[in-house]
């Protein structure tokens, strides 16, 4: 009736020093893993469907930082933006067949996500960004230190879940990361990229 695709974890480091192999390992997670998933559960679902079954739904949790790239986690970013992609793209082919999708995108969430985040190994106390760098992952680790818990994201799914009208996305999380998502959307350019900088201390 219904897959939820939640796997995922971080890689920190400045682009510059991140190799294509870690930035593969994040695709691999974010963006190949769900594909490899749905292509497994589609016939399935099409099938049921077919004959009057439940509806089936996909949910693919994302993140925030799928609409607001950040600051040396840039591998992280790209691979949830290639996830919102495809979860859009997937939405409109599987309309034929009723089968639903929904993009749930978490903000700073309080789990195991920031002991279990992994350094590029290029990056070292000599790195020209290692001052920057650590401004900008404190700002981060103190958000998911104080961030809501992680059944405020299972309540979200299954809030998902349990409507007849599904939203494409739903963004999860305390009402800054709301609000920085709305304005990622919303302002200009230039000024958000501004805030951005003014936030991560970059």
């Known amino acids: 009736?219904?897959?939820?695709?939640?796997?995922?974890?971080?890689?920190?480091?400045?682009?510059?020093?991140?190799?294509?192999g870690e930035l593969q390992a994040q695709l691999d997670t974010h963006l190949l893993g769900p594909h490899r998933l749905v292509r497994a559960v589609l016939p399935a679902m099409r099938a049921q469907n077919a004959v009057g079954g439940k509806r089936a739904h996909l949910v693919f949790v994302g993140s925030i930082a799928?609409?607001?790239?950040?600051?040396?986690?840039?591998?992280?970013?790209?691979?949830?933006?290639?996830?919102?992609?495809?979860?859009?793209?997937?939405?409109?082919?599987?309309?034929?067949?009723?089968?639903?999708?929904?993009?749930?995108?978490?903000?700073?969430?309080?789990?195991?996500?920031?002991?279990?985040?992994?350094?590029?190994?290029?990056?070292?106390?000599?790195?020209?960004?290692?001052?920057?760098?650590?401004?900008?992952?404190?700002v981060t680790?103190?958000?998911?230190?104080?961030?809501?818990?992680?059944s405020v994201v299972a309540d979200a799914i299954a809030d998902v879940l349990a409507t007849s009208s599904p939203p494409p996305r739903q963004t999860v999380g305390c009402l800054a990361d709301r609000v920085s998502a709305w304005a990622a959307d919303l302002l200009p350019d230039r000024l958000a990229e501004a805030l951005k900088r003014k936030f991560f201390d970059v």
Do not use: C, M
Request: proline residues 7%; neutral net charge.
């Open 141 to 150: 680790l103190e958000g998911e230190r104080t961030g809501p818990p992680p």
């Open 66 to 138: 799928g609409r607001i790239g950040l600051p040396f986690q840039g591998a992280y970013s790209a691979s949830k933006f290639a996830l919102a992609g495809r979860a859009q793209s997937l939405r409109l082919e599987l309309v034929a067949f009723d089968i639903r999708g929904t993009l749930v995108e978490p903000g700073d969430v309080r789990t195991g996500f920031s002991s279990a985040r992994r350094f590029t190994p290029a990056h070292s106390d000599d790195s020209h960004y290692r001052e920057a760098l650590t401004r900008a992952l404190n």
């Open 1 to 20: 009736d219904a897959v939820v695709s939640n796997a995922g974890w971080s890689l920190v480091g400045p682009l510059e020093e991140t190799t294509a």
